[in-house]
């Protein structure tokens, strides 16, 4: 069975072997690699790439995107899985300032874009609403090849000065890391966001406002 999934997420550190199977060929080496290899054991469809290492970091990682059967040893005190559902960053237009409404449209405007692109043919785009400083829309994709497509509700606010909040809710079922890897993924190539903080539901319900660099 070949999904090509883990080597899309890390395709400079895989390969496959003439069955379609996929290996690592060589380990990661700076953190981006580690990112990419965790992403490629949380993206494999059949359970082909395996964490064999003793990192506590990777382990408590792998647990907190619901991979820790994936590990070939684990911790004893490993923690359950975080549902990330919020994210904080600050959003600087150096060349072209904008005010709050019109921040919040073009960041709106520019993830539903991104996510639509990332998904393809199966991927829509839904009730885009914009209201001041508050914008929302809401994903789907999986149509034509899921059963029940899946939908994630996208609720942008302003959360102080050059600062938003993004509240990120599955319609279906608790949050999983395919809710927010696009978004992370659009705010990675694009240099207008800064100070992006993600949030496990739990942190943020506690009044935790230090959060992670990554949702995974």
């Known amino acids: 069975m070949s999904c090509g999934a883990p080597e899309i997420e890390a395709g400079t550190l895989m390969s496959h072997d003439g069955k379609g199977h996929c290996f690592f060929v060589r380990q990661p080496s700076t953190t981006e690699e580690v990112d990419a290899a965790i992403l490629s054991l949380w993206s494999s469809c059949c359970g082909a790439v395996r964490y064999a290492g003793h990192d506590r970091e990777i382990l408590v990682r ?43 449209r073009e960041i709106v405007e520019y993830f539903a874009g991104f996510l639509a692109k990332r998904y393809g043919a199966g991927s829509r785009v839904l009730d885009s609403r914009f209201f001041g400083t508050t914008a929302s829309f809401r994903h789907e994709w999986g149509h034509g090849s899921l059963p029940t497509p899946c939908s994630v509700t996208f609720a942008l606010e302003a959360y102080g000065e ?24 659009a705010i990675e190539r694009d240099r207008r966001f800064r100070q992006v903080q993600w949030f496990p539901e739990e942190d943020w319900e506690k009044g935790t406002r230090e959060g992670r660099a990554r949702p995974f």
């Not at 050059?162 to 279906?172: C, F």
């Open 62 to 104: 792998l647990a907190e995107i619901g991979e820790g059967d994936t590990c070939d040893f684990r911790l004893e005190n490993e923690p359950k899985q975080a549902r990330v559902t919020h994210l904080t960053f600050e959003f600087v237009d150096g060349e072209a300032p904008k005010s709050g409404p019109l921040a919040a």
């Open 162 to 185: 050059d600062s938003w909040l993004l509240r990120i809710r599955r319609e279906d079922q608790p949050n999983s890391p395919g809710d927010t890897l696009g978004i992370h993924k």
